[in-house]
């Protein structure tokens, strides 16, 4: 298993991974439609927007927590 003190990055890995995954398969299937070589184009933009998106998830997910607890007034250390 991985440390706890990793988790940050865990995090950040699969749902940079899960996203990428999704919002590719959604632009490429918008912009192509169902081709025959749909799964070629998808696994393309795939493999461009992982690596974008993995250090995005990870710069942006303390900004999205902050906002978060703004918004639901959650009290800091309260967790």
Known sequence: MIARKYEA????FFMALLM???MSLIVS???VGFVDNLLS?????????????FPAVF???PI??????????????AR
């Open 64 to 77: 999205v927590r902050n906002l978060t607890e703004r918004v639901l007034d959650i009290e800091r250390g």
């Open 9 to 12: 990055i865990v995090f950040a």
């Open 59 to 61: 710069l942006v997910a």
């Open 41 to 53: 184009i998808w696994m393309k933009a795939w493999a461009g927007a992982f690596p974008v998106a």
């Open 20 to 22: 990428s995954c999704l």
């Open 29 to 31: 299937i918008l912009n």
